[in-house]
């Protein structure tokens, strides 16, 4: 019982997280579409656990096939999480040539948390760098003003007067990577600015567009938001594995 009381309030929480990003955007549908992802996979962990203590896959007709699912897809989850725990604290070894800073939805044109925190950090960064270039990566979203040119403004805010590179039409971490790609050389040393959550599918999205040396630099995200969006990084991982378009078959200039 503790179980379903447990993944019940789980439940609720998600919808309050997606009722509270909803106000504001004009994602509306992108947070519908996540929130039944998230609840999917909820129902998922539900299956196995109430399967562990209650055996209810035996009443389905072929209950080893159906156990045997549950289990892989559980078992993928759990790889997932690990992968996304171990790249929570990300900072380059050694000075990259450039920052790349990963945009986040807007708000009614005005950036999020996780947005200013992003450009915070990189402005920080680059402080103690001087001669660095800044790239920011985001798109309009049907916005008026895009995120790159709101993460433009945040650093001229913080101080930064060093260049600033645009690159306004990605939607999406793939699309950041492979926009980025066509405006960095491959085998320039990067670093990809992005929050902790988030910074595991930007490495290995970054290493699909052909950047042979990214590092990254993990900002700090909420800690109330993060279920949400670790949740929310399990679904975005899965979307790029299903996506047709391989970014690998795109050759870009060296």
Not at 63 to 80: D, E, K, N, S
Not at 151 to 170: A, H, T
Not at 195 to 224: C, E, I, N, P, Q
Request: hydrophobic fraction near 50%; aromatic fraction near 8%.
């Amino acid at each position: 019982m503790s179980d379903t009381i447990l993944l019940a309030l789980l439940c609720l929480y998600l919808m309050v997280v997606t009722l509270w990003r909803m106000q504001g955007t004009v994602q509306k549908v992108q947070c519908v579409k996540a929130f039944l992802c998230k609840l999917g996979m909820i129902f998922l962990i539900g299956l196995f656990t109430w399967d562990l203590r209650l055996h209810v896959l035996d009443r389905l007709p072929f209950p080893a096939v159906a156990r045997a699912m549950v289990w892989a897809l559980c078992l993928g989850m759990a790889i997932l999480c690990i992968q996304i725990l171990r790249h929570l604290w990300e900072t380059p070894d050694a000075a990259p040539d450039c920052l790349a800073v990963l945009g986040a939805a807007l708000r009614e044109g005005k950036p999020g948390g996780d947005l200013v925190k992003r450009v915070r950090g990189a402005s920080v960064y680059a402080a103690l760098h001087p001669g660095i270039r800044i790239f920011v990566s985001g798109g309009n979203r049907s916005q008026e003003i895009s995120e790159a040119e709101v993460m433009r403004d945040l650093l001229r805010e913080e101080g930064w007067k060093g260049p600033v590179i645009l690159e306004c039409q990605s939607r999406n971490t793939g699309e950041n990577m492979r926009f980025l790609r066509k405006l960095i050389p491959a085998d320039t040393p990067i670093c990809i600015v992005t929050s902790d959550y988030h910074m595991a599918r930007a490495l290995w999205l970054a290493k699909r567009a052909g950047f042979r040396f990214a590092t990254g630099l993990s900002v700090r995200s909420s800690v109330l938001l993060f279920p949400a969006n670790l949740l929310w990084e399990m679904v975005g991982y899965v979307d790029e594995w299903t996506k047709k378009t391989r970014t690998k078959e795109t050759v870009y200039p060296v």
